[in-house]
T-cell receptor, first 114, second 118 residues
Framework: AQSVTQLDSHVSVSEGTPVLLRCNYS??????LFWYVQHPNKGLQLLLK??????LVKGINGFEAEFKKSETSFHLTKPSAHMSDAAEYFC????????????FGKGTTLSVSS | GAVVSQHPSWVICKSGTSVKIECRSL??????MFWYRQFPKQSLMLMAT?????????EQGVEKDKFLINHASLTLSTLTVTSAHPEDSSFYIC??????????????FGPGTRLTVL
């Protein structure tokens, strides 16, 4: 069965330092993977997606993620955190080969201090 | 990019009343829309898949008579919470799936509707 695990419920960084949000997945086929960001009381915004093309995916706002099949990981990184990056981040995986249904990780809260 | 709207953004109602939430795809047609529920500080849980012109498909544990879904057109799906109770208070988020173009099969999410039942 398909599943997604976000390894950290809360990550705290200082402004200007790197960000690493970890995500592992389990799938019986080659899934599509996404990272979404949600600011307080807001909807979801797609940061980036992997759909079997390049394994290093670049997204918006300086974020990128690398799909590592051998490690079943899709960690999200950013070289330098900004205060505006503070939000909830969800790693998402498709649960069927048609890609029509998604399951969400439990989320990681990113805090950025000045 | 594809835009999905929800209305209302926040609704407060008395226990026992029914509330309708609309989800619209503004610049594309969506044969499939999804309804999610999010409790405070928790992840999104898929409630149901809304298919244009046919019955919705509900996830296990979701009462279809409680959460009525109608997808009458290619740009509109509605979720009606019937006889709402305080435990139905939550953040409801819809998404619409793109079926053509560069964003094929990608889901675009609405901004969410906060339901508070008193």
């Amino acid at each position: 069965a398909q599943s997604v695990t976000q390894l950290d419920s809360h990550v705290s960084v200082s402004e200007g330092t790197p960000v690493l949000l970890r995500c592992n997945y389990s799938s019986s086929y080659s899934p599509s993977l996404f990272w979404y960001v949600q600011h307080p009381n807001k909807g979801l915004q797609l940061l980036l997606k992997y759909t079997s093309a390049a394994t290093l995916v670049k997204g918006i706002n300086g974020f990128e993620a690398e799909f590592k099949k051998s490690e079943t990981s899709f960690h999200l990184t950013k070289p330098s955190a900004h205060m505006s990056d503070a939000a909830e981040y969800f790693c998402v995986v498709t649960i069927n080969q048609a890609g029509t249904a998604l399951i969400f990780g439990k989320g990681t809260t990113l805090s950025v201090s000045s | 990019g594809a835009v999905v709207s929800q209305h209302p953004s926040w609704v407060i109602c008395k226990s026992g009343t029914s509330v309708k939430i609309e989800c619209r795809s503004l610049d594309f047609q969506a044969t499939t829309m999804f309804w999610y529920r999010q409790f405070p500080k928790q992840s999104l849980m898929l409630m149901a898949t809304s298919n244009e012109g046919s019955k919705a498909t509900y996830e296990q544990g979701v009462e279809k008579d409680k959460f009525l879904i109608n997808h009458a057109s290619l740009t509109l799906s509605t979720l009606t919470v019937t006889s709402a109770h305080p435990e139905d208070s939550s953040f409801y988020i819809c998404s619409a799936r793109v079926v053509s173009g560069s964003a094929y099969n990608e889901q675009f999410f609405g901004p969410g509707t906060r339901l508070t039942v008193l």
